[in-house]
């Protein structure tokens, strides 16, 4: 088993920035580079969607078009933690945060949640205007 727990959430204003880390644990991640991480998010009453995540390695990354060049994925192996470095956020940016595990998706699966059997109880990010 995989257990993800992510800290860093709060509110900001608009402009600000803000770090979300996932710590990763359990007898399984404890090859940790093999597995492929993404952060999700999840607005009331809209749909949870792909934020950002790299398939085993932070070298094959993905971003959603949303967040593209205000985003960054990163991971500390050493740690067994991921990191979200949000800059220039956005109101729209308003959401609950959630990261993700798998040790067995495919790069095409990368951006579905389906593809994940490991989850975070999610951070809350909000951003005021």
């Known amino acids: 088993q995989v257990q993800l727990v992510e800290s860093g959430g709060g509110l900001v204003q608009a402009g600000e920035s803000l770090r979300l880390s996932c710590a990763a644990s359990g007898r399984t991640f404890s090859s940790g580079s093999t597995y492929s991480m993404a952060w999700f998010r999840q607005s009331p009453g809209k749909e949870r969607e792909f934020v950002a995540g790299f398939h085993r390695s932070p070298s094959n990354t993905a971003y959603a078009d949303s967040v593209k060049g205000r985003f960054t994925v990163s991971r500390d192996n050493a740690k067994n933690t991921v990191y979200l470095q949000m800059n220039g956020q956005k109101p729209e940016d308003t959401a609950i945060y959630y990261c993700?595990?798998?040790?067995?998706?495919?790069?095409?699966?990368?951006?579905?949640?389906?593809?994940?059997?490991?989850w975070g109880q999610g951070t809350q990010v909000t951003v005021s205007s």
């Open positions: 993700a595990a798998s040790s067995t998706l495919i790069t095409s699966t990368m951006r579905r949640g389906s593809a994940y059997a490991y």
